[in-house]
């Protein structure tokens, strides 16, 4: 089976969104699922992710879905992405709470994320 056979539809034929899902924990980070990916905690807040090969045009962050053992822990937060680095094939995360203050998931809280890239040098279907 192909790394890349179940691509999804979209306007960009050669989009692809991945699907990266991390629990927090006090600083540290435990990825559960993101193949090629590494999660990286920078901060209060702040997570890196890091790709081990390039992955193409960013196009951006189009899901991110909280969940928790108690889900009003987590009510309210937001994941945003910042700039995506092509050259260290890095992409900031911050995470707030309900307050917009950043904050750090705990073991019981975990957040999926869905970045999308246009891939290169791939025929479209």
Same mark, same amino acid.
């Given at each position: 089976?192909?790394?890349?056979?179940?691509?999804?539809?979209?306007?960009? *034929?050669?989009?692809?969104?991945?699907?990266?899902?991390?629990?927090?924990? =006090?600083? $540290?980070?435990? &990825? #559960?699922?993101?193949?090629?990916?590494?999660?990286?905690?920078?901060?209060?807040? $702040?997570? /890196? $992710?890091?790709?081990?090969?390039?992955?193409? =045009?960013?196009?951006? $962050?189009?899901?991110?879905?909280? @969940? +928790?053992?108690?889900?009003?822990?987590?009510?309210?937060?937001?994941?945003?992405?910042?700039?995506?680095?092509? +050259?260290?094939?890095?992409? *900031?995360?911050?995470?707030?709470?309900?307050? /917009? +203050?950043?904050? @750090? #998931?705990?073991?019981?809280?975990?957040?999926?994320?869905? *970045?999308?890239? &246009? #891939?290169?040098?791939?025929? +479209? *279907?």
């Amino acid at each position: 089976m192909s790394y890349y056979s179940n691509r999804v539809q979209s306007t960009e *034929p050669t989009e692809v969104q991945q699907v990266v899902r991390f629990a927090g924990g =006090t600083a $540290l980070v435990s &990825k #559960l699922l993101g193949r090629g990916i590494t999660v990286v905690y920078v901060g209060t807040g $702040l997570i /890196n $992710l890091v790709w081990a090969d390039p992955q193409g =045009t960013y196009i951006g $962050l189009v899901g991110h879905t909280f @969940d +928790a053992t108690a889900p009003a822990g987590v009510a309210g937060y937001s994941a945003v992405a910042g700039d995506y680095n092509a +050259a260290t094939r890095t992409l *900031p995360i911050n995470i707030f709470s309900g307050g /917009n +203050a950043l904050i @750090d #998931l705990t073991a019981t809280q975990r957040l999926t994320i869905r *970045p999308s890239f &246009k #891939l290169y040098n791939v025929n +479209a *279907p």
